[in-house]
């Protein structure tokens, strides 16, 4: 199975910041991923699919980048709402797989 | 709209069985493949699987193949996920999701609500 490896496992961050999470995959995966966003209690957003295209409704802030095995989810400028953990999801070949996610915390 | 509505929580003792639904509805229900996420308390996200519901075509990640079994009635617009026998760690949240693209497996852009499922003597 192809390992996702997501980094890091957790940050800090303040409203206004730009952060980057980044994942690596085990194997070339092309543009087969994509990212989303949990909040405690709710089920997962997608934001990001085939790498770097929004999805509709997706603030603007949010980009995606990569290809093969390296891949980034950019927040360019962090909203109050953006605090959650997030996940990358490969979509190459089965099992399909998860980072182990990625929690943005308030600093 | 595109809705996926999830059976409700539920609560069972090792060595039961469960079957909890899915209902998607405000689009082609037969033509968009539908996953199984896992999420065990405190823990990260796993696909379980994917089936599509045209044909009931299956796909099952190795972690929960001969473990769970996915279905779908058509005339139902409803997915199922099913255990014959539960363990204690099955105990979890459960999410369907459609994927974005028609007929092809693609990233879910739809998810329900969740279904809890608590396994405990």
């Known amino acids: 199975a192809i390992q996702m490896t997501q980094s890091p496992s957790s940050l800090s961050a303040s409203v206004g910041d730009r952060v980057t999470i980044t994942c690596r995959a085990s194997q070339g995966i092309r543009k087969d991923l994509g990212w989303y966003q949990q909040k405690p209690g709710k089920a997962p957003k997608l934001l990001i699919h085939d790498a770097s295209s929004l999805q509709s409704g997706v603030p603007s802030r949010f980009s995606g980048s990569g290809s093969g095995t390296d891949f980034t989810l950019t927040i360019s400028s962090l909203q109050p709402e953006d605090f959650a953990t997030y996940y990358c999801l490969q979509l190459y070949d089965y099992p399909w797989t998860f980072g182990q996610g990625t929690r943005v915390e308030v600093k | 709209e595109v809705q996926l509505v999830q059976s409700g929580a539920e609560v069972k003792k090792p060595g039961e069985s469960l079957k909890i639904s899915c209902k998607g509805s405000g689009y082609s229900f037969s033509t968009y493949w539908m996953a199984w996420v896992r999420q065990m308390p405190g823990k990260g996200l796993e696909w379980m699987g994917s089936i599509y519901p045209g044909d009931s075509d299956t796909r099952y990640s190795p972690s929960f193949q001969g473990q769970v079994i996915m279905s779908v009635d058509k005339s139902l617009s409803t997915a199922y996920l099913q255990w014959r026998s539960l363990k204690a760690s099955d105990t979890a949240m459960y999410y369907c999701?459609?994927?974005?693209?028609?007929?092809?497996?693609?990233?879910?852009?739809?998810w329900g609500q969740g279904s809890l499922v608590t396994v405990s003597s």
């Open positions: 999701a459609r994927t974005m693209v028609r007929g092809i497996p693609a990233c879910f852009d739809s």
